[in-house]
């Protein structure tokens, strides 16, 4: 059935209409048990269509296995953010409703994005899932007379219009070197073009759109602020959901250059390493948690290039497997940060003073989240790395191997600084940290993940590879 192709998305779409309905009341309550049930909702319905086939609105639209992976994943994602950030606790209550609804509206546009294969309609579903995020960063409360939020949205749309503006210019010269806005129509017109300079320059504009989203070097200025900034739970939103859409994308386009255009390829080889030494030295120095967790995300996003540079198979596969563990990762380490937050103000990493008597969960789970991004064995995130640094290194990118393993040491050190703090300083207090329920079970299912994915890496790994093979 047609209908079942676009099943999620409607879902999306129909309960945001209904959450509108609950912005007009002010019920905050009744607005988060929507939202709630809608990301339960999507994660059973992207599962339930994970195999659907089929093109909607003339060919714009794609559903297969590449798109609908990551819509499970985008979905998975959504609602983790949903059920341990419920209590909102930076958000004014009235502002409450208003917030759920762009951030469903958020999480709708980024699984329009991915399925996406046709450049007007690739750009309205990114402008759907931006524009949310720059009215939910200004949302946090201002109790505390800072205006921090006001200034990291400002920050966040300026260069947000910065980074789309030469995307569109971008997509205005693929259209006029191909005369289409379809990507398979322009991937075999521009494959005899890849010589000229403008169709380089063309595809080189594109990426930049979807690097800004990405958080890649020099397109990463606005990460440490809006990070800062913004709410907690929004900071755990765009720390790990949008870049799902960013890597989907940032294949699509990369394939554009393929088999390997050597001047994109240069370009991802500077931009990767780049991100991955401006990310981790600048984290050394942070003390705001947020802050430190931003210029990580920076310094992954490197990582993720790996793959993608490698314009094979197997790499575009690793990279998708890396930015799962990645979002599993981070949001373990984001969960803690939110309970840890008394009212919703920053942590400091010095407020994670003897984090493992107040909450042993809660410290393990930091630990899990910590020792993972730092690429410490058996979790997800040395898998990751390993499999991305083997494909470089196959792809002949040795030098570019080595400094990734030499970040790879600098960044183990912040990382288990973080934990030094949490499991041998003496807390400033002995309150124990409550968790409730339902934040304990997804903590649990983020660390059986991250567990999993690190010692059972083929199942997804696999998974991966058939979706990106669904597009060769």
């Given amino acids: 059935m047609k209908l079942m192709l676009f099943a999620p998305e409607l879902l999306l779409l129909l309960g945001s209409l209904l959450l509108f309905a609950f912005t007009l009341r002010g019920d905050d309550k009744g607005a988060r048990a929507i939202a709630i049930v809608l990301g339960l909702a999507s994660v059973l319905l992207t599962l339930a269509t994970v195999h659907e086939r089929g093109h909607l609105f003339y060919k714009a639209y794609q559903i297969d296995l590449f798109s609908q992976l990551f819509k499970v994943l985008i979905a998975i994602a959504t609602t983790c953010v949903l059920l341990f950030g419920r209590e909102l606790k930076d958000i004014a209550p009235r502002m409450r409703p208003e917030y759920y609804l762009f951030l469903i509206l958020s999480s709708l546009g980024l699984m329009m994005l991915v399925s996406s294969v046709e450049l007007i309609t690739l750009f309205v579903a990114l402008e759907l899932s931006s524009f949310s995020l720059y009215l939910m960063v200004p949302m946090r409360d201002d109790r505390r007379g800072l205006r921090t939020q006001m200034e990291a949205g400002i920050k966040y749309i300026m260069f947000a219009v910065m980074a789309t503006g030469v995307m569109l210019f971008g997509m205005s010269y693929l259209f006029g070197l191909t005369g289409s806005t379809y990507l398979a129509d322009i991937a075999p017109r521009l494959g005899h073009l890849l010589k000229e300079p403008a169709a380089v320059i063309g595809i080189a504009m594109v990426l930049a759109g979807f690097l800004f989203k990405l958080a890649v070097f020099p397109f990463h200025f606005w990460v440490p602020d809006v990070y800062q900034g913004a709410a907690n739970e929004t900071t755990s939103f765009i720390a790990s959901v949008p870049k799902l859409g960013a890597v989907a994308l940032l294949i699509r386009i990369t394939m554009l250059a393929a088999p390997g255009n050597q001047a994109i390829v240069g370009m991802l080889v500077i931009f990767a390493v780049c991100s991955m030494f401006y990310g981790n030295l600048s984290a050394l120095a942070q003390k705001d948690l947020k802050r ?17 540079l490698t314009f094979q198979q197997q790499g575009y596969a690793t990279s998708i497997f890396y930015i799962a563990g990645y979002v599993l990762m981070n949001m373990a380490c984001f969960l803690v940060l939110c309970k840890v937050s008394k009212t919703g103000e920053n942590v400091e990493i ?5 984090l493992y ?8 789970t930091l630990a899990v989240g910590m020792m993972a991004l730092a690429g410490i064995p058996p979790f997800v995130g040395f898998m990751g790395k390993f499999m991305l640094m083997a494909g470089a290194l196959q792809a002949k990118h040795l030098t570019l191997v080595i400094l990734a393993a030499l970040n790879t040491a600098i960044a183990i050190y912040y990382y288990l600084s973080v934990l030094k ?6 807390p400033a207090s002995d309150e124990a940290l409550e968790v409730d329920f339902t934040t304990a079970l997804v903590s649990l299912a983020l660390i059986a993940g991250i567990i999993t994915l690190g010692v059972i890496p083929s199942q997804l790994l696999d998974l991966a590879n058939r979706a990106v093979a669904s597009l060769l």
């Fill in 350 to 354: 010095n407020d994670l003073a003897g």
């Fill in 421 to 426: 703090v949490a499991y041998c300083d003496t």
């Fill in 357 to 364: 008597k107040r909450s042993p969960l809660m410290a393990f």
């Fill in 292 to 308: 430190m967790l931003g210029f990580s995300g920076i310094a992954h996003a490197g990582f993720v290039l790996l793959g993608l």
